[in-house]
């Protein structure tokens, strides 16, 4: 019974890989146990995945597991379905439903005897957590990570008193919060080469380092001084800047030189890369906020930044989630939500753009994590447009067009890269 709380506990942040590593070796949180078999979501006795098509007159399911796999799941009158609200992690509140209320887009775990190629299954048990669910939780998740978070780059570390002082952005500028980091928060920091929020492994405060970007939620001190921290997100990242000099859409890899030193980089495009393309009010906004940078406003762009290209995202911190920012774009387009939010905030509301629309001589900035090759990242997000940005900076006021940093290829304060949105 544990891999199916496994799974549970899983199912709650949208990811199977935590299942199968349950699974795989019934570690405890936090410790990784090699999965043993080569698609860590199915084993001889359970497949884990998503919905991909139900096929009712023949009683059947397609599944996708996360590795990709897909598996039959055949049916009949003895099956067991039951629904479970994500983040339970038994079957204290699971409630018996029918095959027909299962839908594609659901995460299940189907107990059976898995077929020896591994691309069937005769359903005894199939436990569901229903698509708008988990979307429901993931966006109660959200709303809570911007009311009650705080973001910022990682300028002090006090190992003895479990204390990471972060530099982050209020509507008086950046300022530096001390945040207390207990042994009862809840750690987790992106892999290198890794993607998503929700994929952060389990870490601790002695992986923290200076120059990382962190996001918080907690609770803020009434002098907004310090934050007492519930839950650490943090991670290595860095943002570039360059000019496109080939696509392939076979390969999902872009080829770029870096603006300013000509270096090259291989670009990895993923299912889970956000690719977007910033308007032109969008440039002008931006710009004018990166000019203001300079001069040290509160109403500018993010401070400068360590110049090492393994530190964080060029541009400095994201805003916390709440923070106010610098209001409308230019026209009077609304840029980011009322009530405050971050960078992210903006780029989720910008257009989507595909590989295919990107191409030889385009300028984009790309945030990824810092991998094990310095000259192939993995996508976090992916913005073109970034040239329409350098014009409007050129046409600011005289000298405000700055060389681009060449750890970065982009001018100080143009962009707020690094931790996504849970």
């Given at each position: 019974m544990k891999p199916i709380f496994c799974a549970l506990l899983a199912c709650s942040?949208?990811?199977f890989a935590v299942a199968a590593r349950c699974s795989a070796g019934s570690a405890p949180d936090g410790v990784y146990a090699a999965p043993q078999t080569p698609d860590a979501g199915i084993t001889q006795t359970r497949v884990l995945g998503e919905v991909t098509a139900i096929d009712?007159?023949?009683?059947?399911m397609t599944v996708k597991t996360d590795a990709g796999s897909m598996v039959t799941v055949a049916l009949d009158e003895k099956t067991?379905?039951?629904?479970?609200?994500?983040?339970?992690t038994s079957l204290d509140k699971a409630v018996k439903?029918?095959?027909?209320?299962?839908?594609?887009g659901d995460k299940v775990y189907i107990r059976g005897r898995v077929s020896d190629d591994k691309k069937s299954v005769p359903a005894q048990r199939l436990v569901v957590m229903s698509k708008g669910d988990i979307q429901k939780k993931h966006d109660q998740e959200r709303a809570e990570w911007r009311r009650r978070g705080i973001s910022g780059i990682v300028s002090a570390l006090d190992a003895s008193k479990k204390e990471a002082t972060i530099q982050t952005r209020t509507r008086e500028g950046l300022k530096q919060v001390v945040v207390d980091a207990p042994d009862t928060v809840k750690f987790r920091r992106y892999a290198p080469d890794s993607v998503k929020f929700s994929d952060a492994r389990a870490s601790s405060f002695t992986e923290l380092q200076v120059g990382d970007q962190l996001r918080a939620m907690g609770e803020k001190a009434t002098d907004d001084s310090r934050f007492s921290a519930e839950q650490i997100v943090s991670g290595s990242f860095r943002t570039i800047g360059g000019s496109v000099t080939a696509v392939s859409a076979d390969t999902g890899e872009i080829k770029i030189t870096m603006l300013g030193s000509k270096q090259a980089f291989t670009i990895v495009i993923n299912k889970d890369s956000m690719l977007r393309r910033i308007p032109p009010q969008m440039a002008m906004f931006l710009a004018m906020r990166s000019q203001g940078a300079e001069g040290g406003g509160p109403a500018g762009g993010q401070g400068q930044q360590p110049a090492s290209g393994a530190g964080p995202a060029q541009g400095g911190p994201p805003r916390s989630g709440g923070q106010p920012g610098a209001g409308d774009a230019p026209g009077g387009q609304r840029m980011r939500p009322e009530g405050g939010g971050d960078f992210q905030d903006m780029l989720e509301r910008m257009p989507a753009v595909t590989l295919a629309e990107i191409k030889a001589g385009d300028i984009i900035a790309v945030s990824s994590t810092t991998g094990a090759d310095p000259s192939r990242l993995t996508a976090i997000t992916l913005v073109?447009?970034?040239d329409a940005i350098l014009t409007a900076m050129a046409r600011g006021p005289a000298g405000a067009r700055r060389t681009p940093n060449l750890s970065t290829g982009l001018p100080p304060g143009v962009l707020d890269f690094g931790i996504g949105q849970p």
């Amino acid at each position: 019974m544990k891999p199916i709380f496994c799974a549970l506990l899983a199912c709650s942040t949208v990811s199977f890989a935590v299942a199968a590593r349950c699974s795989a070796g019934s570690a405890p949180d936090g410790v990784y146990a090699a999965p043993q078999t080569p698609d860590a979501g199915i084993t001889q006795t359970r497949v884990l995945g998503e919905v991909t098509a139900i096929d009712p007159s023949g009683k059947q399911m397609t599944v996708k597991t996360d590795a990709g796999s897909m598996v039959t799941v055949a049916l009949d009158e003895k099956t067991e379905y039951l629904r479970v609200p994500p983040g339970e992690t038994s079957l204290d509140k699971a409630v018996k439903i029918a095959f027909a209320d299962v839908s594609a887009g659901d995460k299940v775990y189907i107990r059976g005897r898995v077929s020896d190629d591994k691309k069937s299954v005769p359903a005894q048990r199939l436990v569901v957590m229903s698509k708008g669910d988990i979307q429901k939780k993931h966006d109660q998740e959200r709303a809570e990570w911007r009311r009650r978070g705080i973001s910022g780059i990682v300028s002090a570390l006090d190992a003895s008193k479990k204390e990471a002082t972060i530099q982050t952005r209020t509507r008086e500028g950046l300022k530096q919060v001390v945040v207390d980091a207990p042994d009862t928060v809840k750690f987790r920091r992106y892999a290198p080469d890794s993607v998503k929020f929700s994929d952060a492994r389990a870490s601790s405060f002695t992986e923290l380092q200076v120059g990382d970007q962190l996001r918080a939620m907690g609770e803020k001190a009434t002098d907004d001084s310090r934050f007492s921290a519930e839950q650490i997100v943090s991670g290595s990242f860095r943002t570039i800047g360059g000019s496109v000099t080939a696509v392939s859409a076979d390969t999902g890899e872009i080829k770029i030189t870096m603006l300013g030193s000509k270096q090259a980089f291989t670009i990895v495009i993923n299912k889970d890369s956000m690719l977007r393309r910033i308007p032109p009010q969008m440039a002008m906004f931006l710009a004018m906020r990166s000019q203001g940078a300079e001069g040290g406003g509160p109403a500018g762009g993010q401070g400068q930044q360590p110049a090492s290209g393994a530190g964080p995202a060029q541009g400095g911190p994201p805003r916390s989630g709440g923070q106010p920012g610098a209001g409308d774009a230019p026209g009077g387009q609304r840029m980011r939500p009322e009530g405050g939010g971050d960078f992210q905030d903006m780029l989720e509301r910008m257009p989507a753009v595909t590989l295919a629309e990107i191409k030889a001589g385009d300028i984009i900035a790309v945030s990824s994590t810092t991998g094990a090759d310095p000259s192939r990242l993995t996508a976090i997000t992916l913005v073109t447009g970034v040239d329409a940005i350098l014009t409007a900076m050129a046409r600011g006021p005289a000298g405000a067009r700055r060389t681009p940093n060449l750890s970065t290829g982009l001018p100080p304060g143009v962009l707020d890269f690094g931790i996504g949105q849970p």
